[in-house]
């Protein structure tokens, strides 16, 4: 064999080694798209959104059929969100709040369920009344096409 066709072996055995590594990543991140994993990863999303004040980036996780909330509002009333309608609902709650610290406390890592709670703490100054408030919320994340997705925040104490 000459130097020039095991150059040109060794050139396409290269190529074919590159192509086939590269396949294997893409055909992992396709993997690891679709697999919705654990709610942990979820939980702390919703963690860096809210502590950034982003209505768009907690609406984006909310589930298809909407959103019920009793936050910040009548004890017991409950409302119901569209995803749309959501981004308002989570504009006008960090209106006049500005988050201090926010943490999931406990939370349910649910791998195979469909349903997943956990619980948070939101110290935040209200910017009305000039004072610091605390609230504990309660999150239910549930599974719809392989995605977790925000179904309900509900406000369990306020001080």
């Not at 066709?5 to 992992?28: K, Q």
């Not at 096409?145 to 306020?158: A, K, L, M, P």
Request: aromatic residues 8%; charged residues 25%.
């Amino acid at each position: 064999m000459s130097t020039r066709t095991a150059n040109s072996t060794r050139g396409m055995m290269t190529r074919i080694a590159l192509l086939a590594l590269l396949w294997c990543c893409v055909a992992s991140q396709g993997a690891l798209a679709a697999d919705p994993g654990g709610t942990t990863e979820v939980f702390r999303a919703i963690e860096d959104a809210w502590r950034a004040g982003s209505a768009e980036g907690l609406a984006h996780r909310v589930q298809i059929d909407g959103i019920r909330v009793n936050v910040g509002g009548s004890a017991g009333r409950v409302t119901e969100y569209s995803p749309s309608q959501s981004i308002y609902f989570f504009r006008q709650l960090f209106q006049h709040r500005v988050t201090n610290e926010f943490e999931f406390t406990r939370m349910q890592d649910v791998r195979d369920g469909e349903r997943a709670h956990g619980m948070a703490l939101w110290r935040f100054s209200n910017t009305n009344a000039g004072e610091d408030r605390e609230m504990r919320l309660v999150f239910l994340l549930t599974r719809q096409d392989d995605v977790w997705r925000i179904s309900e925040v509900q406000q369990i104490s306020v001080r």
